[in-house]
């Protein structure tokens, strides 16, 4: 566990000193905050709408960090004989492995962080001037004993920030779970592959996650044999993404049960599990020179 430790904690100041880190938090993060300005044409559902465009931002963000950052943190180690120095050392090739999947994750949290704050400074932002606070209300809470000031912030915090904090909270939790999953796979393929391969593999792996649901219903709609079976083996072996993408379900202001989030983070648990069993098996047989 030292080891695990010493490399994530390398890893993670590897990936969060690169200056292209910063960029494109920078750049997510004004794109969240300017997606207000999109919403013209929304009839009267904007902030349902930013809130949407700014999940699915928080996720895509995660992506590009992993596919930019992955190939440089282990292919571009093996390439350049780094990672040669590293396990000629008391260091096992799973402990390699896994100290460079802990740090990258790890590197994710605080951009998530981040553009959820943004995500809910945008929304503040946004619903400022529409928030029903009513005379009767603002009264009941002056009687309670509070200032007018203290009743407003009060109403606000109950009609506001304890709904939309929960809703982004959840959104950025389920973000997280999928690009941990993302992870998993680009630290697995840069472990053999090419940073290209391996960034292509990751690519396509987060396009067919995401749609693997629809694409398995279509194959059983054929009724096809062969085909059906290839489609649910496929649905087994790619993550099905779409159990972390409620963005529909976050634009209306809902919240997901705690059950759900539950099942989500096992789902994620078992799926890294199985990965990396994978992967540590077979790198250990591979040779590094």
């Given at each position: 566990?030292?080891?695990?430790?010493?490399?994530?904690?390398?890893?993670?100041?590897?990936?969060?000193?690169?200056?292209?880190?910063?960029?494109?938090?920078?750049?997510?993060?004004?794109?969240?905050?300017?997606?207000?300005?999109?919403?013209?044409?929304?009839?009267?559902?904007?902030?349902?709408?930013?809130?949407?465009?700014?999940?699915?931002?928080?996720?895509?963000?995660?992506?590009?960090?992993?596919?930019?950052?992955?190939?440089?943190?282990?292919?571009?180690?093996?390439?350049?004989?780094?990672?040669?120095?590293?396990?000629?050392?008391?260091?096992?090739?799973?402990?390699?492995?896994?100290?460079?999947?802990?740090?990258?994750?790890?590197?994710?949290?605080?951009?998530?962080?981040?553009l959820a704050g943004v995500l809910f400074?945008?929304?503040?932002?946004?619903?400022?001037?529409?928030?029903?606070?009513?005379?009767?209300?603002?009264?009941?809470?002056?009687?309670?004993?509070?200032?007018?000031?203290?009743?407003?912030?009060?109403?606000?915090?109950?009609?506001?920030?304890?709904?939309?904090?929960?809703?982004?909270?959840?959104?950025?939790?389920?973000?997280?779970?999928?690009?941990?999953?993302?992870?998993?796979?680009?630290?697995?393929?840069?472990?053999?592959?090419?940073?290209?391969?391996?960034?292509?593999?990751?690519?396509?792996?987060?396009?067919?996650?995401?749609?693997?649901?629809?694409?398995?219903?279509?194959?059983?709609?054929?009724?096809?044999?062969?085909?059906?079976?290839?489609?649910?083996?496929?649905?087994?072996?790619?993550?099905?993404?779409?159990?972390?993408?409620?963005?529909?379900?976050?634009?209306?202001?809902?919240?997901?049960?705690?059950?759900?989030?539950?099942?989500?983070?096992?789902?994620?648990?078992?799926?890294?599990?199985?990965?990396?069993?994978?992967s540590c098996s077979l790198f250990r047989?591979?040779?590094?020179?």
């Amino acid at each position: 566990m030292r080891n695990i430790r010493t490399l994530a904690a390398a890893t993670y100041g590897d990936v969060t000193r690169r200056p292209l880190y910063y960029i494109l938090l920078f750049t997510f993060a004004l794109a969240i905050f300017g997606s207000k300005t999109l919403t013209l044409f929304s009839f009267y559902q904007e902030i349902n709408m930013v809130r949407e465009m700014g999940m699915a931002t928080i996720t895509f963000w995660g992506f590009i960090i992993i596919v930019v950052t992955s190939g440089l943190i282990v292919t571009q180690e093996l390439e350049d004989r780094t990672a040669v120095t590293l396990l000629s050392k008391p260091i096992q090739r799973t402990d390699f492995l896994l100290g460079k999947f802990l740090g990258l994750v790890a590197s994710l949290i605080p951009g998530i962080i981040v553009l959820a704050g943004v995500l809910f400074l945008t929304l503040w932002v946004m619903s400022q001037q529409k928030l029903p606070i009513h005379d009767s209300d603002l009264a009941l809470e002056v009687k309670k004993g509070a200032s007018p000031l203290g009743a407003a912030l009060a109403i606000t915090w109950k009609q506001f920030v304890l709904k939309q904090s929960g809703v982004v909270f959840e959104g950025a939790l389920l973000s997280f779970f999928q690009t941990t999953i993302l992870a998993a796979a680009a630290i697995s393929f840069s472990a053999f592959f090419p940073t290209v391969v391996s960034v292509s593999a990751t690519t396509l792996v987060f396009i067919l996650g995401n749609v693997s649901s629809y694409m398995v219903a279509s194959v059983e709609n054929l009724k096809a044999g062969p085909l059906s079976f290839l489609g649910r083996l496929g649905s087994y072996l790619i993550p099905n993404l779409g159990y972390f993408n409620l963005q529909m379900y976050f634009s209306e202001g809902k919240i997901i049960s705690p059950r759900y989030l539950g099942l989500s983070f096992a789902y994620t648990a078992l799926y890294v599990v199985a990965v990396f069993l994978v992967s540590c098996s077979l790198f250990r047989k591979r040779e590094v020179r």
